[in-house]
């Protein structure tokens, strides 16, 4: 945007959109946004001018005024005009972005959760599936601690190939990520500039977070809710990959897990006791 109001054009400090919502959701910020300084600069215009037309003079006299029904009416209508309009036309994306109903068939399907300070997330494992834990069944909840943040049944097999991460995401490219998020602490809000994504977590229930990212890279994540004295600490990297990229990067961390769960060999005969074994 050229000439005199390119000054006030704050909508090019948004970083680069890579989510298939985003670029309604910006058109709708750039509507609210202008409509926002239109009406900036009728008040504060109005305002000035009766600074300057009112101003003291010593042949003036000042009055009483008891109300104006037609002012009350017209500053009581247009703004609810104004809202109600707002309000019909961002309904659809509204809904396609935040309604639990709308939300499509997930093609990858993550847990997170805030912590002061830090966020985790929870993969299914190679088999797709999450064990039982503190989102899919309320009674895991009493399992959550700060060492098994999800609430994780250690006995439940379907769980036992479940990916944690912390501070660091992988999602692929074009695909339906849905996320189901919540805290263990305070309010966190879970927020992907680049993907327009920005959700609070709540302690004690799950919100559903969704969203289609068509560009790799690596991207921000941040909390955008002062959750305490480490909130600026909150701050991570995600990165949206493609797809084969992102089955390597799961079987990498499967394998991880598998091998953490694999009894260890008992350590082989060393040189020492191999020589005192020679000696005897
Ligand atoms: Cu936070």
Redesign the pocket.
């Given at each position: 945007m050229d000439g005199f109001f390119s000054v006030f054009d704050m909508l090019a400090w948004f970083p680069e959109n890579i989510s298939t919502f985003g670029q309604e959701l910006d058109s709708l910020f750039a509507i609210i946004y202008w409509v926002s300084v239109a009406i900036f600069f009728l008040t504060f215009g109005v305002l000035g001018y009766f600074l300057v037309k009112y101003r003291y003079s010593p042949d003036r006299r000042g009055y009483n005024y008891h109300g104006n029904n037609v002012v009350e009416i017209t500053w009581t209508v247009l703004p609810t005009l104004l809202f109600a309009a707002i309000g019909l036309y961002s309904d659809d994306i509204w809904e396609r972005t935040k309604y639990s109903k709308r939300v499509p068939t997930a093609d990858v399907e993550i847990l997170v959760l805030?912590?002061?300070?830090g966020w985790v997330f929870l993969y299914p494992g190679a088999d797709g599936a999450f064990g039982r834990n503190a989102h899919n069944d309320r009674t895991a909840r009493s399992l959550m601690s700060a060492s098994n943040p999800f609430g994780r049944d250690t006995a439940d097999p379907a769980g036992f190939d479940d990916v944690v991460t912390e501070n660091q995401f992988v999602v692929p490219v074009n695909a339906n990520v849905v996320m189901r998020g919540s805290?263990i602490d305070?309010?966190?809000?879970f927020f992907l500039p680049h993907a327009r994504v920005k959700q609070d977590v709540v302690p004690g229930t799950w919100m559903t977070i969704w969203y289609n990212l068509f560009k790799t890279g690596k991207y921000e994540l941040a909390?955008?809710?002062?959750?305490?004295g480490?909130?600026y600490g909150?701050r991570a990297e995600y990165e949206v990959m493609s797809r084969t990229d992102y089955d390597k990067w799961l079987d990498a961390r499967n394998a991880e897990v598998k091998a953490a769960r694999t009894p260890q060999p008992a350590p082989a005969a060393t040189a020492d006791t191999a020589a005192v074994a020679s000696l005897r």
């Open positions: 805030g912590k002061q300070y805290s305070v309010l966190h809000s909390c955008a809710e002062l959750c305490g480490g909130h909150m």
